[in-house]
Nanobody
Framework: QVQLVESGGGLVQSGGSLRLSCAAS????????FDWYRQAPEKQRELVGGIYSDGTTNYADSVKGRFTISRDNAKNTVYLQMNSLKPEDTAVYFCNAEVYNSDFVYWGQGTQVTVSS
């Protein structure tokens, strides 16, 4: 079992920055991959990007160059640094974790990010 708790969301002006955190607990050694997703009102959840255990990252085109995903293995925490925020980045942001030898995906509860114009 893995538990994920996101934090760091809030209200920010366009052009501003936020850093989201996703703290993992439980069977953290079983985690092979973290992803960040977001879901805006009345829209489908979309992938923001992810980070593998070797540190390899990938990003959606819409956030490439503005968002950075990192991880602190000592703290079992993954971060989403968001710079140059735009109103269209407004959404609830979720992290999830994929584990080895399982198709099950763990999700956090989400954190709201609101970017004002």
């Amino acid at each position: 079992q893995v538990q994920l708790v996101e934090s760091g969301g809030g209200l920010v002006q366009s052009g501003g920055s936020l850093r989201l955190s996703c703290a993992a607990s439980g069977s953290v050694s079983s985690i092979r991959h973290f992803d960040w997703y977001r879901q805006a009102p009345e829209k489908q959840r979309e992938l923001v990007g992810g980070i593998y255990s070797d540190g390899t990252t990938n990003y959606a085109d819409s956030v490439k160059g503005r968002f950075t995903i990192s991880r602190d293995n000592a703290k079992n925490t993954v971060y989403l640094q968001m710079n140059s925020l735009k109103p269209e980045d407004t959404a609830v942001y979720f992290c999830n974790a994929e584990v080895y030898n399982s198709d099950f995906v763990y999700w956090g509860q989400g954190t709201q990010v609101t970017v004002s114009s």
